[in-house]
């Protein structure tokens, strides 16, 4: 799980020092690099702006999936599962309320990803993990 912000359309300077240093060819990727294949990746990122400039015809010009790309294909080359993203927009302007909620939803995946009560193949079929939660958790717990 790698958690940050999404700084200048990446990730802040220190993530990506740490996939200099580990995503490593021989032992990442490559010849008889094999040491993260099969494992599973989930980028929690947070936006100071709101998910609607994430859009084609938004402000960004792209959706976070795009822009996510050459992150998802590093990880993927190295033969990792890259899960959609769980993302929380807006936090600039974000409410105690709302920043609650999402405090909730990011402890259910946490507990979910712990318990194996995901359903990958369902969760791929949306931008974000966190898009459609209830319909992605097997067997969820009920809300607070």
Known sequence: MLQHPFFWYSTPALVKQWEDLVLEHGWAYGSGGTALAGKRLLNVITTGGGEEAYRHDGLRGHTLRDLLCPLRRSFELCGMDYLPPFVV??????SDD?????????????????????????????????????????????RD
């Open 89 to 94: 927009h807006g936090t600039h302007g974000m």
């Open 98 to 142: 709302a920043l609650d909620t999402h405090v909730r939803d990011y402890r259910r995946v946490v507990e979910a990803l712990r318990d194996g009560t995901i359903d990958f193949d369902k969760a791929r079929t949306y931008p974000r993990l966190n898009r459609r939660l209830d319909e992605v958790l097997v067997n969820p717990v009920p």
